[in-house]
C-alpha cells in the first residue's frame, strides 16, 4: 500500500533551526522575544503590509479584527458561507449574527453581486423594522484553497455601503490580486501558519494591517491587554494571543523559502492538469484572469458524475484505500448545524460544489513515487 500520503503536510526549509536554536540558546523560550520581532518585519517585506502582528492563530487574527471593528452582541457580521468554520466562529465569539453569502462560479469566493443583494436586503428590513437599516459592522472574505477573491469588485460595494473588509488569507499567503499580495487590499488581512498550510509554524497566525495603531491595539489585546503599571493591572478583557518566540523561529526558518513553496505548489497544480486534461467531466478551480495569481495551496476539482463516470466520493474512497488523503470541498456554513437560522443569501453554486468538489493530495514534500501512486488511482477510477 506505502505510505500515506497526506493533503498537504509540514515541508520544512532547513534553514528553521538556525532561529529555534538561538531561540533555545539564549533562554528566550517563553511568548515574544527576537523571533517574533524578526518574523514580522519579514513577513511584512514577503507581503508588502505596512504592519503585521504574529499571532498564535489566524482565528485568533480575526478575532482580534472585528473587536477592532467595533463588533458588539446583537450585532451582524457578514462571511463567507464557502469556508471552513474559522472564518465565521469568530462572529459569534462576540454574540454577533454571522450573514451568510454565496459564492460566484469563477473563483469560488464570495460573490460580489449576492453581497451587495445582502446590504440591500438587510437595509431595507431594517428601514422596515428600525427606522434605519442595521447594517453589518464587517465583512469577511475568504481566499479559498489560495485563490484571491474578487477584490476590486467587493471593495467597490464595500465602499459604497462604508463597511471595513477583513480578508480571511489564511489559505493564501503567496498569492496576489492585481499585483498585490492578498491580505493588503482591505482594513484588515489575517494569515495562518497551521501545520497544513503552505508554511508553518505548526500553529500560528498574523494580523495585517497598513494602520499602525490598530496593529499596536491588537499586540495590546493579544497580551492579556496589560495596562503599563510595575503591577498587573487591566482596564479591560484581554486574550493570550501572541505567537512564542520558539514557534516565531520556524516561521523565520518556513518565510526563506515561502516563493519556492509557492512555486511548487503551482507545478503540482499544472501537473494535475496535464494527468487530467482529457477527462470529461473534471473541472479545476482556476484563475479568471492575469488578475489572479493563486498559490494553489490546494489543487481542487468538480467531478460531473453524469460525464465522467464517477463520482467525488467514490474517488475519495479509491484514494483511502490506496493510503492517499483527500478531502471533500468545505460543506457550506449555511449548511452547517451550527449556523442554522443565521441570515443567508445563497445562490446554489457553494452547495453544487460540496456535493462533487475534491481537494486533491497537494504538498510540496509528495515525491516522484508519490505521484505516480496519485496517477494511478486517478487513471484507474477515470479509465483513461
Known amino acids: 500500500m506505502g505510505k500515506k500520503i497526506y493533503l498537504c503536510s509540514p515541508h520544512m526549509g532547513g534553514g528553521e533551526m538556525k532561529y529555534v536554536q538561538e531561540a533555545f540558546d539564549s533562554n528566550w523560550v517563553a511568548p515574544l522575544g527576537p523571533n517574533v520581532d524578526g518574523f514580522e518585519r519579514e513577513l511584512c ?40 468554520s474559522a472564518t465565521v466562529n469568530p462572529i459569534a465569539y462576540l454574540g454577533a449574527t454571522p450573514v451568510l453569502v454565496d459564492s460566484e462560479a469563477d473563483t469560488w469566493n464570495m460573490d460580489p453581486e449576492l453581497l451587495e443583494e445582502a446590504l440591500k436586503g438587510l437595509r431595507s428590513e431594517g428601514l422596515k423594522s428600525e ?17 484571491p477573491a474578487k477584490m ?10 462604508g463597511i471595513p473588509v477583513v480578508e480571511d488569507a489564511a489559505e493564501a499567503l503567496g498569492s496576489e490580486y492585481m499585483g498585490r499580495r492578498v491580505g493588503c487590499n482591505s ?11 503552505i508554511i508553518t509554524t505548526s500553529g500560528g497566525g498574523a494580523l495585517i494591517s497598513d494602520d499602525a495603531a490598530m496593529i499596536e491595539r491588537a499586540r495590546f489585546l493579544a497580551t492579556q491587554a496589560r495596562d503599563p503599571a510595575p503591577h498587573y493591572q487591566h482596564s479591560e478583557i484581554g486574550y493570550n494571543y501572541r505567537m512564542s518566540n520558539v514557534v516565531a523561529g520556524v ?26 486534461k482529457d477527462v470529461p467531466g473534471v473541472t479545476f478551480q482556476s484563475e479568471p484572469s492575469p488578475d489572479f495569481h493563486s498559490n494553489f495551496w490546494l489543487t481542487c476539482i468538480v467531478i460531473d458524475p453524469a460525464v465522467a463516470g464517477t463520482d467525488r466520493e467514490k474517488l475519495r474512497l479509491a484514494f483511502e484505500a490506496a493510503n492517499i488523503e483527500s478531502r471533500p ?11 442554522a437560522g443565521c441570515p443567508a443569501f445563497v445562490n446554489g453554486t457553494s452547495e453544487k460544489l460540496f456535493e462533487n468538489g475534491l481537494c ?25
Open 45 to 84: 517585506a514577503a507581503t508588502g503590509a505596512k504592519h503585521i502582528a504574529a499571532l498564535s492563530s489566524g482565528t485568533a487574527a480575526i478575532h482580534l479584527s472585528l473587536i477592532l471593528l467595533g463588533v458588539k452582541p446583537g450585532d451582524y457580521v457578514i462571511g463567507t458561507s464557502f469556508t471552513f
Open 131 to 147: 427606522g434605519q437599516g442595521k447594517m453589518p459592522k464587517a465583512i469577511v472574505v475568504a481566499h479559498l484553497y489560495g485563490m
Open 152 to 161: 476590486k469588485e467587493i471593495m467597490a460595494v464595500a465602499d459604497r455601503y
Open 187 to 197: 482594513r484588515f488581512g489575517i494569515l495562518s501558519f497551521n501545520g497544513n498550510k
Open 251 to 276: 516561521g523565520r526558518g518556513q518565510l526563506e523559502v515561502l516563493d519556492l513553496r509557492v512555486k511548487q505548489h503551482r507545478e503540482f497544480n499544472q501537473w494535475y492538469r496535464g494527468l487530467l
Open 329 to 339: 470541498l468545505w460543506k457550506p456554513m449555511h449548511l452547517q448545524p451550527v449556523f
Open 360 to 384: 486533491l493530495p497537494s504538498g510540496s514534500n509528495i515525491d516522484e513515487e508519490g505521484r505516480e501512486r496519485i496517477a494511478e488511482v486517478l487513471k484507474r477510477e477515470f479509465k483513461v
